[in-house]
């Protein structure tokens, strides 16, 4: 290794070092490796994997995307070991295999297995559960069959099957007929009872080897079981169902079992479970407030009618405790908090040239709830957990994502029809009674459409737009979270640089609000990135989503010479200098001429490259006690973004309102310039100054998706009717009291 060179970097040239070696041997057959060298050698390596830290730095690099299988298994011919042909998916064919050896996980799951005829090669699945135990996914003695091997070499000089799609892996259970005789351990097991393979069931669920109690329950319920025993492997199946989050196979069960003997306490809450997380709270409330009819006194019932009503109203009316989500943000790992999806006034519609979007279905004002959705894949990095974070973090969403649609096929197209970046994926929904699931096409639909966030909005709006300004220390730890997630419904809206919402993220909950008044039947949009200043970039900055975004902004960007845009940048550079920031004077004068290369007015085009400009100009006066000044470059500031406010300049005239005429463009900084305007007003104009507060809670309620948090930051400056001192000790923000 290159110790000069960082770690990442000595990866990646591995990787690209073994890719080139892989090349070279494609279309090669392996040689034949002692059976008992190549165990020998995987169990040194597990060994040695056991020993390495879980806060280790971890790399994943992709596989070249393939298709997944899409041929019943009764059409592929089997194939051994011995067949096998290097960097090449073996089509029509299948393996039937058994794992010699215990497994191990690190990126994926691993173990050795062997053929019919006693060879052996290593195996490598991804993308498998996170949540299952690995020897729930392949222990030693495991048969599976894998369609259509990929044969792939390794960056050491050996080779592996490896298994990217999740839908090409059949997993068979102990008894299954496919199994060839010299693996079975106990043949009498294909005659069992249907009371001996529920027992049989229990033994792996008590295991919580959940895969293996499903079989064992449908094998009993395929023996001719009585009313008695089919209402028992229902239920046992439908929790079983439940631990493997297949919600809608869990009801079916559930139901089943109802139907066979009447609604029991059992039935009814296993339906209840199933319900819940399929978000069909209302049925839950019904069935719970049955079940408290008969008894009253059942606290679990109570219990789970609390959080089914609250549920209820957050996905009816958007009605959220919001402080919620940051307390449970803050305090689960990972993040998953237990709040339903709000979808306010919006509908996805055909949006022209751009396909699909995002439009209103009535007129909002800014700062509404558009929506409040939680995440259909969500990963987290943690620090406190080292193996989840580093690169690998976008391997977890697709493992999240496929493993959701796998064990839930109805769900498949809330994410197949998202934007793929031309991905063309198979055209087969499901073979053999399984549903079939392409992890490359999801690979491609994340890299358009997921969000990147950290874990808490509130949190990180403070930390990122006050304290770091200012010099304030932070938690450096959980400055460091970093989630990856993806919200089907907020995907659909396009991208403008001068968008009308805003998206903020607090654990798996993303929230959308308004940033300006809408009217009804609107497309809603999205900044995917921040305008940026220089000219070429501009004009390709959106190619991995194959479109030119032709807002305001870019369409002046490319109207304007580029002569007066790079004057533009220059005289931008020299005004956020520090030769510039210690004179007042000079950056005025800069903004002035700066203000020269718009032609368009901002309500228009903002003027993105002045508002920073402005607004720390008004920071600079409130230092100086100057607040006239500072009030003037507050004004300055929102007017560059485009925004019209009356009422607002000093001296103030008695009985005339502060109000906002129309909404400019969002930034995060909005909150802390209206707190700017509150500390003049309220000694030089008391009569607005309540205005200027609830405007600065507006904003901040755009930034982090919510206002319940809004008391708690320095932006709250009015307190018991009078100005304190702006973030007394830690969130000082430079204003002080008048």
Same mark, same amino acid.
């Given at each position: ?10 990866m990646v ?14 279309g090669?057959r ?21 020993k390495?830290?879980?806060?280790? +730095? ?9 298709? *997944?299988?899409?041929?019943s298994?009764?059409e592929?011919?089997? $194939?051994?070991?011995n ?8 089509r029509?064919?299948?393996l039937?295999?058994r794992?010699v $050896? ?37 222990k ?14 390794n ?15 059949? #997993?068979? *259970?102990?008894?299954?007929e496919?199994i ?5 351990s106990?043949?009498?097991d ?5 009371e ?5 069931g ?16 449908? #094998?009993?319920?395929d ?20 631990k ?11 139901d ?9 306490e ?15 709270f ?38 959220y ?6 307390e ?7 993040p998953?908090?237990?709040?339903a ?9 055909e ?10 279905t ?8 558009l ?15 080292? #193996? ?6 976008? /391997? ?8 959701? /649609?796998?064990?839930?096929?109805s ?15 198979v055209?087969?929904?499901?073979v053999?009674g ?15 459409n997921? @969000?990147?966030?950290?874990?808490s ?13 200012e010099?304030?220390?932070?938690n450096?730890?959980?400055?460091s ?9 907020t ?36 900044a ?6 220089? @000219? ?10 194959? @479109? ?25 550079k020299?005004?956020?200098? #520090?030769y ?17 290369t718009?032609?368009? +007015? +901002? ?16 920071r600079?006066? /409130? ?27 000093? *001296? ?13 463009m ?36 755009m ?10 930051t ?5 307190r018991?009717?009078?100005v ?10 430079g204003?002080?009291?008048?």
């Amino acid at each position: 290794m290159n110790m000069n060179k960082p770690l990442f970097a000595q990866m990646v040239d591995w990787e690209t070092q073994g890719m080139v070696r892989a090349e070279a041997r494609k279309g090669q057959r392996p040689g034949k490796a002692p059976r008992e060298k190549v165990i020998k050698e995987f169990m040194a390596q597990r060994e040695e994997m056991s020993k390495l830290s879980p806060d280790r +730095p971890r790399f994943s690099f992709f596989s070249r995307a393939y298709h *997944p299988c899409i041929r019943s298994l009764s059409e592929l011919k089997k $194939t051994m070991l011995n067949d096998l042909i290097l960097e090449t998916h073996h089509r029509d064919r299948h393996l039937l295999l058994r794992s010699v $050896t215990q497994s191990y996980r690190d990126n994926g799951a691993f173990s050795i297995v062997e053929d019919e005829n006693g060879d052996v090669m290593w195996l490598e699945l991804y993308y498998q559960d996170r949540q299952r135990d690995v020897e729930d996914i392949v222990k030693e003695g495991s048969v599976l069959i894998v369609k259509e091997p990929y044969l792939r070499p390794n960056g050491e000089g050996g080779h592996g099957i490896y298994v990217d799609q999740v839908s090409d892996l059949i #997993r068979l *259970p102990e008894y299954d007929e496919r199994i060839p005789a010299a693996w079975r351990s106990d043949g009498s097991d294909l005659q069992l009872s249907a009371e001996s393979w529920k027992t049989k069931g229990n033994d792996y669920f008590n295991s919580r080897m959940y895969d293996n109690a499903i079989e064992c329950y449908t #094998r009993g319920l395929d023996c001719s079981p009585t009313t008695d025993e089919i209402r028992a492997l229902g239920l046992k199946r439908s929790i079983a169902f439940i631990k493997t989050k297949q919600f809608a196979a869990a009801l079916a069960d559930a139901d089943s079992a109802i139907a066979a003997t009447g609604p029991t306490e059992k039935a009814l809450t296993r339906k209840v479970q199933a319900l819940y997380n399929l978000d069909r709270f209302q049925e839950c409330c019904e069935i719970l407030k049955g079940l408290l009819e008969e008894n009253p006194s059942n606290a679990a019932a109570q219990n789970e009618l609390a959080r089914a009503t609250e549920r209820l109203a957050e996905q009816e009316t958007g009605s959220y405790e919001f402080k919620k989500f940051h307390e449970a943000a803050n305090k689960l790992r990972p993040p998953l908090l237990d709040h339903a999806t709000y979808i306010g006034p919006v509908v996805v519609k055909e949006a022209g040239s751009y396909g699909r979007g995002l439009f209103t279905t009535k007129e909002v004002k800014a700062g509404d709830l558009l929506l409040c959705a939680k995440a259909f894949g969500f990963a987290f990095a943690d620090p406190e957990h080292r #193996r989840d974070v580093t690169m690998v973090y976008k /391997m977890e969403l697709i493992r999240a994502i496929s493993q959701k /649609m796998y064990a839930n096929p109805s769900l498949t197209s809330v994410i197949t029809d998202l934007h793929a970046d031309g991905y063309k994926s198979v055209d087969v929904a499901e073979v053999d009674g399984k549903p079939v699931v392409d992890t490359f096409q999801i690979e491609r639909i994340i890299d358009a459409n997921a @969000f990147g966030s950290q874990n808490s909005a509130a949190q990180n709006h403070i930390e990122e737009t006050l304290y770091k300004r200012e010099g304030i220390a932070i938690n450096q730890d959980k400055s460091s979270f970093h989630s990856l997630g993806v919200w089907p419904m907020t995907s659909h809206a396009n991208h403008s640089c001068y968008a009308n919402s805003q998206s903020s993220i607090t654990g798996d909950m993303l929230i959308l609000r308004a940033t300006q008044d809408i009217p009804a039947n609107t497309e809603i949009t999205l900044a995917y990135k921040d305008p940026v200043p220089d @000219f070429d970039e501009e004009r390709t900055r959106f190619r991995s989503w194959n @479109f030119v975004c032709d807002c305001p902004l870019c369409k002046d960007a490319h109207n304007t010479c580029k002569r007066i845009h790079n004057n533009r940048v220059h005289l931008r550079k020299q005004a956020t200098s #520090r030769y510039a920031r210690s004179s007042t004077i000079k950056r005025e004068a800069l903004a002035a001429s700066l203000e020269q290369t718009y032609a368009r +007015p +901002p309500t228009l085009v903002p003027r993105v490259a002045l508002f920073d400009i402005y607004l720390d100009l008004a920071r600079d006066y /409130m230092r100086k006690q100057q607040p006239e000044k500072a009030v003037a470059a507050a004004l300055k500031t929102f007017e560059s973004l485009g925004f019209v406010i009356e009422g607002g300049e000093l *001296p103030h005239v008695p009985g005339t309102q502060l109000v906002v005429k129309h909404w400019g463009m969002f930034q995060d900084e909005s909150a802390e310039c209206w707190t700017v305007l509150v500390c003049v007003y309220s000694v030089l104009a008391p009569e607005i100054c309540q205005k200027a507060e609830e405007y600065a809670r507006v904003a901040y309620r755009m930034a982090v998706g919510e206002d319940e948090t809004f008391e708690e930051t320095p932006y709250h400056v009015i307190r018991q009717g009078r100005v304190v001192e702006v973030g007394e000790g830690r969130g000082r923000i430079g204003l002080l009291a008048l």
